[in-house]
């Protein structure tokens, strides 16, 4: 079977450098691979209470983010996971495939459930792998783009399709992860040791922030001992990731950046630092505004819901059949 990628992000809030590094910056290679499907993942941003109007705005923005991410637009279908009802109706039949040990050894559902009290963790937070899953096997996905932090999930999704293959016959397509080699896990730049997050902003560089404030976040990052610049995450947590968000940024490895900043001090490398990321989100917020002013967003998503409306039907009719629905037109 010929690539066929897909990848989905949260519209939980401001999207952060991690978030770009992680996914969006190779997008444009990664859908010009093969054909590809590219969703707002607005059911999992149910997970965590968030306001209606607040949702709206971001899966807008998320999906002129897309587009200004430079997704291949002949090769990819853009649309709003709550338009394709394939993921929900799959959801209600794959829960019973997964069960609540494996769900409960999920880090970032043991993360992000740490700091809420028990009787305010909706099931959709622990549930949330089971809809990843139905995400992924809708549309025959063979390549998942991720962060390191979701690795866990798609681990979690061939189990899943190994566990129902087994019962009911080659079905499902086997997917498998791809992370990049730098910057699969920017951490905040006030705390190096926690991943850049959107939903906890501490520390993070929004992609859509003034520049002025992108270059004065990353001067102001926290930094290690010493004068040299030198990966150590152990040791030096803080100038390694400034060394991943360039060396990602430039397109080179952490041995070549090392090398670029032999014997500079650590004010001379976070300027650098912070000319390459106002350089790239500089050029990224002008296609953003260009798509949002313009609506063309509203087109896009439209002509990809119907898309991806048909594409996962195809799945969720075998899988219907497979279980012993019935159906009677
Ligand atoms: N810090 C990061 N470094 C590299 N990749 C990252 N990703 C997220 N943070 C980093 C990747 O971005 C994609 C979209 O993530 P998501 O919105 O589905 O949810 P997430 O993984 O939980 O990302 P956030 O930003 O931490 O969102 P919230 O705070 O809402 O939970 C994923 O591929 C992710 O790996």
Redesign the pocket.
């Known amino acids: 079977m010929a690539e066929r990628i897909l990848?989905?992000?949260?519209p939980?809030?401001q999207l952060?450098l991690?978030?770009y590094?992680?996914?969006l910056k190779n997008l444009k290679e990664t859908t010009s691979r093969g054909e590809s499907f590219i969703f707002i993942?607005d059911l999992?941003a149910l997970t965590l209470p968030i306001e209606p109007e607040v949702l709206r705005q971001n899966s807008i923005n998320l999906a002129c983010i897309y587009l200004a991410a430079g997704m291949n637009r002949e090769k990819a279908v853009l649309f709003l996971q709550s338009e394709v009802s394939a993921h929900a109706e799959l959801n209600a039949i794959m829960q019973n495939y997964l069960y609540m040990g494996e769900l409960s050894r999920m880090t970032?559902f043991k993360d992000?459930s740490a700091k809420m009290k028990e009787n305010a963790i909706g099931l959709g937070l622990f549930a949330y792998p089971v809809l990843m899953a139905c995400d992924i096997v809708l549309y025959n996905a063979t390549t998942i783009?991720?962060?390191?932090?979701?690795i866990q999930h798609v681990e979690l999704t061939r189990d899943l399709v190994k566990r129902f293959n087994n019962r009911y016959g080659d079905l499902l397509q086997m997917p498998k992860y791809e992370v990049r080699k730098v910057?699969?896990?920017?951490?905040s730049l006030s705390d190096p040791t926690v991943?850049?997050?959107?939903?906890?902003p501490k520390g993070d560089i929004f992609l859509l922030d003034d520049l002025a404030v992108v270059r004065k976040k990353i001067m102001s990052a926290v930094t290690d001992m010493g004068c040299e610049v030198k990966y150590d995450e152990e040791n030096k947590p803080g100038i390694s990731n400034l060394l991943t968000i360039y060396a990602a940024l430039k397109g080179v490895s952490i041995e070549e950046a090392e090398k670029t900043f032999e014997g500079s001090r650590y004010g001379d490398f976070k300027k650098a630092v912070a000319d390459v990321a106002c350089e790239e989100l500089g050029a990224f917020q002008e296609r953003y505004h260009y798509f949002l002013d313009n609506k063309i967003y509203e087109e896009v998503l439209r002509e990809g819901a119907k898309k991806a409306n048909e594409e996962s039907q195809k799945v969720l009719k075998k899988v219907k059949q497979a279980v012993g629905l019935l159906t009677v037109n």
């Open positions: 990848t989905g992000i949260k939980t809030g952060t991690g978030n590094i992680g996914v993942a999992h970032q992000k783009p991720v962060g390191e932090d979701q910057g699969a896990r920017i951490m991943k850049m997050s959107k939903s906890d």
